[in-house]
């Protein structure tokens, strides 16, 4: 809990990462301010592309997404499970909310943590472009991303069921598994643009 816990905050000129608007906002958002930011250029636009991209989610999960923006009020809560079998949806909740942390020590680690800290306004609005038609998805019938996600459960699950053994809390052993493979993917979408010559699996 910060200083500005529960209150609302305008920041306005903070469109330069070295102004004292942007460090403004970072110390507002450490001590767990919600933040509403604007610029009278277009470089917080341009910071906003470039910094906090939002990841495609699975196609099964924009399609629960969009069910849970139907029901009204939104329960945030109701984020978490869907969250707990999509590494994306999990990342995109923690890059947005640490988007403005200065240090570890504020940051958010998991998925319940991150929907508390976004609340339901931003969250809302967060969901509704994740799961909006014209947003990109990943499809159904992507095999290497089905199997990546598959993993990704997996660890999950065994990282929740081994976490006291070893020190830690459940839920942040199950994020941490579940983040795991999101490197991976990334290795996966080089791999496909190379030329392999065909012959036996590579080791």
């Known amino acids: 809990m910060g200083r500005f816990d ?7 000129g903070a469109g330069s990462p070295t102004g004292i608007g942007f460090a403004t906002a970072q110390v507002l958002g450490r001590d767990a301010a919600m933040l ?3 610029s009278t250029t277009d470089r917080i636009r341009d910071r906003m592309v470039g910094n906090v991209a939002m990841h495609p ?11 849970l923006l139907k029901k009204r009020p939104m329960n945030p809560e109701g984020v978490v499970p869907i969250a707990a079998l999509d590494p994306y949806l999990t ?3 923690l890059i947005l909310a640490n988007a403005l942390s200065i240090d570890r020590d504020n940051s958010v680690g998991t998925a319940p943590d991150a929907v508390h800290r976004l609340g339901a306004r931003t969250l809302t609005v967060l969901i509704d472009r994740l799961s909006a038609p014209d947003f ?3 499809p159904e019938g992507d095999g290497a991303a ?8 997996a660890a999950a699950i065994a990282g929740g069921k081994y976490a006291e053994r070893y020190g830690m809390e459940r839920e942040r052993a199950y994020t941490l598994g579940l983040l795991h493979t999101v490197a991976y993917a990334e290795l996966f979408d ?9 012959g036996p699996f590579r080791a």
């Open 6 to 12: 529960g209150c609302v905050a305008l920041v306005t």
């Open 36 to 38: 509403a930011i604007a």
């Open 57 to 67: 989610v699975h196609e099964d999960t924009a399609q629960l997404l969009q069910e």
């Open 91 to 93: 990342l995109d909740l």
């Open 136 to 138: 990109p998805r990943i």
């Open 146 to 153: 089905l199997a990546l996600r598959r993993a990704s459960v």
């Open 190 to 198: 080089i791999v496909r643009d190379m030329d392999f010559p065909a």
